[in-house]
């Protein structure tokens, strides 16, 4: 059975840091790109970043300030933010990708991530 279970949201002040994880299981975690996709109140989802084989991605609104990376020896995805703004506040989720397409099959239960002063 797949499971993506996030942790690492919180209450950060703008300006501030936090690093989301993903515990990934069930699956070769290695083998599969990941991404993290995030929802904000009475949004719709939107894109954060992806990581592959092929590299790594990133929106336009948190390129320079966020980091995506993996561990394939702990099974863990990760999202380091730094500089953080109102605006990224949201639930965080971190999603598995069919292998060749950009099109999530697993996803987590999410973080909830709160920027402010």
């Known amino acids: 059975e797949v499971q993506l279970v996030e942790s690492g949201g919180g209450l950060v002040q703008p300006g501030g840091s936090l690093r989301l994880s993903c515990a990934a299981s069930?699956?070769?975690?290695?083998?599969?790109?990941m991404r993290w996709v995030r929802q904000a109140p009475g949004k719709g989802p939107e894109w954060v970043s992806s990581?592959?084989?092929?590299?790594?991605s990133y929106a336009d609104s948190v390129k320079g300030r966020f980091t995506i990376s993996r561990d394939n020896a702990k099974n863990t995805l990760y999202l380091q933010m730094n500089s953080m703004k109102p605006e990224d506040a949201a639930v965080y989720f971190c999603?598995?990708?069919?292998?060749?397409?950009?099109?999530?099959?697993?996803w987590g239960q999410g973080t909830q991530v709160t920027v402010s002063s």
């Open positions: 999603e598995k990708v069919v292998a060749g397409t950009d099109e999530p099959d697993y």
């Open positions: 069930g699956f070769t975690f290695s083998t599969y790109p």
């Open positions: 990581i592959s084989n092929s590299g790594t």
